[in-house]
C-alpha cells in the first residue's frame, strides 16, 4: 500500500523546537518535489516548505523563512521539517505531500500523506 506517513507533531512552548518526519512506504520519494503543507482551524491550506528532487532547491513561505528548514533522504524515502524558534500562529496540523510537477508550485502535488498536530502555546 502506497502511503506517506508524517510524524513528530506535538505540544510545544513558544521558542522551541519540533521536527517533522514524512516516511514514504510502497512508493519512492526519488524524482518527487516534496512539500509540507499545514491548515490552520478556519484556514485554508498553505504550502509553507518545499524542496525538490533532487534536494538542491527549496522553497519557504515568509513567515517560516529564517526558522524551518525542509530536507530529504532520498534513501531512506523521507523528508524532514525542522522548525525552530516556534510561535502560536504556527499551531496547525501539517501535510506533507508529492508533486509530479514544480516544487514550489502549491496546485503541483497530488499525493497526500495524513497531518501530524502541531500546537504551540504562548
Known amino acids: 500500500q502506497e502511503q506517506l506517513v508524517a510524524s513528530g507533531g506535538g505540544l510545544v512552548q513558544a521558542g522551541g523546537s519540533l521536527t517533522l518526519s514524512c516516511a514514504a512506504s510502497?512508493?519512492?520519494?526519488?524524482?518527487?518535489?516534496m512539500g509540507w503543507f499545514r491548515q490552520a482551524p478556519g484556514k485554508e491550506r498553505k504550502l509553507v516548505a518545499s524542496?525538490?528532487?533532487?534536494?538542491?532547491?527549496?522553497y519557504y513561505t515568509d513567515s517560516v523563512k529564517g526558522r524551518f528548514t525542509v530536507s530529504r533522504d532520498n534513501a531512506k524515502n523521507t523528508v524532514y521539517l525542522q522548525m525552530n524558534s516556534l510561535k502560536p500562529e504556527d499551531t496547525a496540523v501539517y501535510y506533507c505531500?508529492?508533486?509530479?510537477?514544480?516544487?514550489?508550485?502549491?496546485?503541483?502535488?497530488?499525493?497526500w500523506g495524513q497531518g501530524t498536530r502541531v500546537t504551540v502555546s504562548s
Open positions: 505531500a508529492a508533486s509530479g510537477g514544480v516544487y514550489d508550485h502549491p496546485e503541483s502535488y497530488d499525493y
Open positions: 510502497g512508493r519512492t520519494i526519488s524524482g518527487y518535489g
Open positions: 524542496i525538490s528532487w533532487t534536494g538542491g532547491n527549496t
